[in-house]
DNA sequence: ACAGTTTATGCAACTGTTTCATAAAGCCTA
DNA sequence: TAGGCTTTATGAAACAGTTGCATAAACTGT
């Protein structure tokens, strides 16, 4: 396997200026890099120790990863948006699997040359975010809220929102309201539900528990959710659905039931992408843009990494907004069926 | 700033197990290594000049990146299944950005400490993976096709079950069966073309480009089809429509028309995903699992990275299939409206 | 207890990078 | 055209981190 210093010896000039071709280095004059490169291809020559290259921005997952899942792939979108001209690259490491023993969050994101990085997490892994911030490596995480702790953020707000979907189905003349939320209880499920409940108690109304459904965040939370409503005594008129898919779901469902959306119940729901606009009717929702919160984490992340040694802590919250479409109404007089 | 002799000075030990210490190599006890690592954290010390760590695989735009997309999101889903427990990272680079003047791809792969890469490609930039092919660096192709280059590559041929679709049609008694594709002439939709036209042809029906649609990849192009359909004075009773958006948008459309789906059109759309759950009544479609094949592509590479200097050329072809669910059925003998 | 085996560590050689000195080349002015 | 001044491409040498090999220390099995 050829060395540097074999390289240089048959281009005919010293190791350091083979270096400085390899690495692009200005120094070189087009000549001299080219007559060297020629050397270097034909010798299929390959470094072996090097400065490191630390031009890496991390998508990182602190627990199971959601790759894949519209809401990241939208993420990554945004953030490659604003990366395009500053010359990083992204990767995506799984933090769980990634540390060694005994390593250090910052050690590991030396080893791969990584200079900042977006954390995504789950409650069971907050402390991991608390953990990278406290090392003071650039960091941000997104969708999550910390309150007491010095950890970056960029959350996406969705109370005001809720409580305006919430309003408008009020205002549609709807009493009997549903709120269909995930199982597990994060930072952005809980605004939901704080917005549904403020909405209710400015206008007087008593949260009903037997209205509060807790589902699983997918196709199916959406399925099980229009059939208990089906099978309830009193239905309700109206859903506000917290999850993109559920909702799309839900809305499926519901036509299988024979329900006319919105006249037999009208459905809220979240969209976090272009989903809306692939149901029938389009979808009433609360909508964050998520590409939008990858390029604002792009940015920030970019003014942590400048800020070395300030410590410096970004918490920002971006609005969330209701779209109305087709799926909200006037409730019949007499609910489902 | 501590260099490497100076932790080594102030733990009393040598440079040799410090480096050892720093990068977990087995051989230091764990006695050895927290007492080094205790001190390489007091001295916040930061390695310049390592090993280049080589355990990248980067999943690579030619031209356009299509990041964001459902189907690249799933590719990527699939391809980090298989990468969890081998040790290897996902990079996503765009190589028209990443390239350096007078570099070639092999030279920037190495660069970033990259060991193999998936390439996702345009019509326009083929070339570019018959240069990384050519160059010798362990590369794959996702959803093209080589036939006259020794370039790797994974494909979906979706012939067969596009045939399928039109026979499924046929079956039930279509006879103007539209076909909707891609504006842009890739590998992918001029298979499903070819699908279209056999079974057409197996059928002595003759092709009339009337129900030929070019229309873009998009909600948007959906949208203008079910419109072109309505306003024809023969429209078609079924169409096949080859991408997935694109699918899920028309039978919003349709809906709005007031049609009823598949009493006025029968519809054969694409799923690359789940969409086909999202709509109603769900769609018979035409669908590859992109999960699956970003897991094949990623086992590809690994073999590809084994067998170095062997110019190892995998070319595999994926099935697709036809799942039918309640978007099709017998015509009615009127058409639509 | 002793010979044989294993293994943690240091030495020294090695790889690629970078600072600094310098020779060559360019560039004014006379 | 010469002479001094600046610029710059290159090499020598120092430097950073890694690793093969030798070796001393710690086990292991009679």
Chains 1, 2 share one sequence.
């Not at 006319?260 to 992408?273: A, E, H, N, T, Y």
Request: glycine share 6%.
């Amino acid at each position: 396997m050829a060395s540097i210093r074999e390289i240089a010896r048959e281009a005919g000039v010293s190791p350091a200026t083979v270096s400085r071709a390899i690495n692009n280095n200005p120094a070189v004059t087009p000549a001299m890099r080219s007559k060297i490169l020629s050397v270097v291809n034909r010798s299929r020559y390959m470094p072996t120790v090097s400065r490191r290259e630390t031009t890496n921005i991390a998508f990182a997952y602190t627990g199971e990863p959601s790759l894949g899942s519209p809401y990241d792939a939208a993420l990554m979108l945004g953030m490659s948006d604003r990366m395009e001209q500053c010359g990083f690259d992204l990767m995506v490491i799984d933090l769980q699997r990634a540390l060694m023993p005994h390593e250090s969050y910052s050690q590991l994101f030396m080893r791969k040359g990584i200079r900042g990085c977006v954390l995504r997490t789950t409650t069971r892994t907050r402390h991991v975010c608390e953990q990278i911030a406290a090392e003071g490596f650039a960091s941000i995480v997104l969708a999550d809220r910390f309150d007491d702790a010095p950890v970056s953020y960029i959350y996406a707000d969705s109370k005001n929102a809720s409580r305006d979907a919430v309003e408008h189905l009020l205002g549609l003349g709807h009493r009997r309201i549903a709120i269909a939320r995930n199982l597990v209880d994060d930072a952005d499920h809980a605004d939901r539900f704080a917005g549904y409940r403020e909405a209710l108690a400015a206008h007087n109304i008593e949260y009903d528990e037997r209205l509060d459904f807790r589902l699983p965040a997918s196709r199916d939370g959406g399925t099980q959710l229009i059939r208990r409503i089906a099978a309830m005594p009193q239905a309700p008129t109206a859903a506000y659905i917290t999850d993109p898919e559920s909702a799309a779901a839900a809305m499926v469902e519901a036509h299988r039931m024979g329900w006319q959306i919105p006249r037999d119940l009208s459905i809220v729901g979240f969209d976090d992408g272009e989903l809306r606009y692939l149901t029938y009717p389009h979808m009433t929702a609360v909508c964050q843009d998520a590409r939008e919160i990858g390029r604002e984490a792009f940015e920030c992340l970019q003014q942590l990494i400048g800020d070395t040694g300030k410590h410096t802590c970004i918490q920002r919250s971006l609005p969330t907004v209701l779209a109305v479409h087709g799926s909200t109404a006037i409730p019949r007089s007499g609910g489902p069926k």
